[in-house]
């Protein structure tokens, strides 16, 4: 995609997404540096966007494929906490399995 592009995307791995903001964010306190995110992503789609024109938020991404992609992720992620919090010793407790796969679960829902 060119520069052109009027969407705005997901990164491709968008339940994760938030992790790189936070290393970022915990180095920068810890150690007064500023850490630069990736210039260009992979987004749901697959193509490579800037950074810029992704956002996880439902309300914001029009990219029609990568709302499907970030769609599935959720409920995978969602499905996958489940299964694994039901395990003997998952450090995961039903309480918080619950609210995990309740917010992914609405999260993609409010991707469609």
């Known amino acids: 995609m ?15 997404g938030g992790a790189a903001v936070g ?5 920068a306190s810890t150690f007064d540096l500023v850490g630069d995110l990736p210039s260009l992503v992979t987004a749901g789609c697959g193509v490579r966007v800037p950074y810029a024109k992704t ?3 439902p309300d914001r991404v029009t990219c029609l494929a990568c709302r ?9 992620f969602a499905e996958q906490v489940e299964r694994l919090s039901r ?9 918080e ?5 309740e917010r992914h679960r609405d999260l993609a829902e409010r991707f469609l």
């Open 87 to 95: 395990m003997p010793g998952s450090v995961i407790g039903p309480a």
């Open 97 to 101: 399995a619950e609210l995990a796969v």
């Open 68 to 76: 499907e992609h970030a769609r599935l992720e959720h409920l995978r």
């Open 2 to 16: 060119g520069g052109d592009d009027p969407h705005i995307h997901v990164v491709s791995k968008v339940v994760q």
């Open 55 to 57: 956002s996880p938020r």
């Open 23 to 27: 290393v970022c964010n915990v180095l």
